[in-house]
């Protein structure tokens, strides 16, 4: 099927669809989603030839229209690759569910019981990018947490993902939960992800996953609430008291152990009276490990053969082995820095002074701050939350590395024996 | 001042020194913020005259404008109302702060303690009609939670809300706490409203009150992430198993204590085997406190002297003493009435049978679910929340009333002792 294919089924009756099967979603017990998720992962691994085949004829269409190496390279999938997107399915079937979990309680003094659980959303929608590994992980995720999913992938994925959303159809009917449970809307093309966005009572959230760029145009145009998952120009201050092989090893940890994720390390601020003792042996470690520095003019006295800082790149997100430093006078020009260049993800001090580092993790305004402990530590795996729906850089509904959870909302049950009010 | 003055201060100006003294108020001690509403209850008191002055300007205007006796009412201030504006200030004193509560928290196994604790939002913005009460409201609840905020009121209450802003701040002043804490914006006349729903970044979140049209649209074009709170098309089913006098006294009660609210009765659902037994003594008590029965047709073969009801009365919230009444085959008929019709407010079914209620509870997808209990019930203060924010019925952040809680946000806090990640 192609963009310019006749949809057999309306945009509106899908959405419709997904509505029916989520109320079938919004009450089928944990054992009867996990066994849909169990099939789900024994049909990825069955269909591998027919999934393969489907992606390199995404592969060929992406090579014939200059898709660059790297989309080609997060567009493919292998025979390993979906083993192990397999596995991630069968791990998500060992979390809890968090669909009926009490958040609170408490009986009034008239006797009437009241208690907020979770429950679903109802139908959650996403727009992503070309990575058909989006396709099974938020599929899966949506449907251990009782909610149903339109999927809106990017077009350079679209054979693979109908295969893939066909594989997943089956094995949700193999258990006799409704294939409508999760459903591709790729065949409507640009004008799917408009649509999406614009079904406010129809769709519950809207999650977009991929690049600055779709985020933020997802933000702006959705009249549907929408859950972002945001960049992250991510911070550690070397305080004062900083002990040196603690500095070393969490900016070494924090900028090299994987350059290309959202908690990785991105600028470095040092105190002036510190920064003699500490910024050699920081910088020498990261420069072994291949680290271009980024230097301002006070770190380029304290370490040689640096690159010039320009004002870009603080409010860079290099995602690169590439680091910002900047040696800043004290804790309030650091956080003065922060305020000004953050994106709120994740930010830490090091330091061995109590007031500094209650300061630092008080006025600081991020959805992850700590104190002598490296970035690489806010995601949702690290957090003991099992599976990795995104890190939120918003400030409603969730903050920081989203579990489960953060995939429900909540309803109040109220049971009473007759009361009325006063 | 009038929508043609001449602004000072720039409305991007306006919400920066907004920020700034978000940052002030994120730390601020509940003693301090405790002592600004201190300040503020006294100031509104001491300040009757010169604000019932810019009231009676207001009064005079809106007379001239054609302004309905019943927008008249809700913009009228007097000095009782006055003195119980201030005494619902007092009342959020005495609340508990919500920032710095501890949400939840663990230690992971390499010895980093995890907490999730609650912090303000920051900034938040608010679009309300012309009541000057939510302007004493929602600034003393800003407050306590920490929050700054900025008020477009609506312009018909302009003068009063000026002066209101400025006894407000210089109640903050007086215990030397920043006043750009409150703003209004109502100076930038129209404009302002619409600037207020583009400036994501600058406000954190928005909250509209006041009619369904004024919250629709705000919800409809805001780049900022709002919190809905909606109207009630409020629903009972009165089950077979129903007790008689239990389903005349909660739907008396539900319909008419307070007629003129979101959580009052609008629509009644009847089984139809208890019909002949309940809709007769149920319809009785309603009717001899001059409710009008809308009914339909197996009801109005039940009950005499009834106005037919119309498809619109289903979607209808009267918020007056009028009832629409619908006789039903069975649970899962009420259940399909609410899911075609409700609003996702309050639904309450009368019933001694187990099952029906369990499923119930279950299958409705509303903000607040309740068994044997008046609808009357949803609110944050019989919900021992202390303060009534608003009833939410969307999904995100927040679901059902709201207390100071919900006008907060959280942060992850992580304590290390140089851990890095394996």
Redesign the interface.
Known sequence: MTDTAVATTSFVEKLEAARRAS?TL??AKADLKNAALQAIAVAVVDNTARILEANELDLANGRDNGLSTGLQDRLTLTDARLVSLADAVNEIVALTDPVGQVVRG?T?PNG?G?T?VR?P??VIGTIYEARPNVTIDIAALALKSGNAVVLRGGSAAQNTNRVLVDVIQDALASVGLPVEAVQTIDEFGRDGAKQLMQA?GLV??LIPRGSADLINTV??ES?V???ETGAGVVHVYLDESA?E??AV??V???KV?RPSVCNALETLLVNASSAPRLLPPVLARLRASGVTIHADERTAALFADTVAATEDDWSTEYMSLDLAVRVVDDLDAAMDHI?AYSTHHTE?IITNDVANAERF???V??????????T???DGG???FGAEVGIST????A???MGLGELT?????????????G
Do not use: C, Y
């Open positions: 109320v919004a009450t408490s009034l009437v009241l907020q429950v959303f109802g406010r519950d959230v933000v702006q009249k609430p929408v859950i002990d092989a603690m090893e969490i070494h940890n924090a152990q305020r830490s993790l008080s006025e305004d991020s959805a992850v701050v700590m104190v002598n402990a490296s690489r530590f806010t690290e957090f003991g918003q400030k409603l509904h903050r920081g590395p909302s909540t309803k109040w049950v109220v049971r009473g024996s007759g009361q009325v009010r």
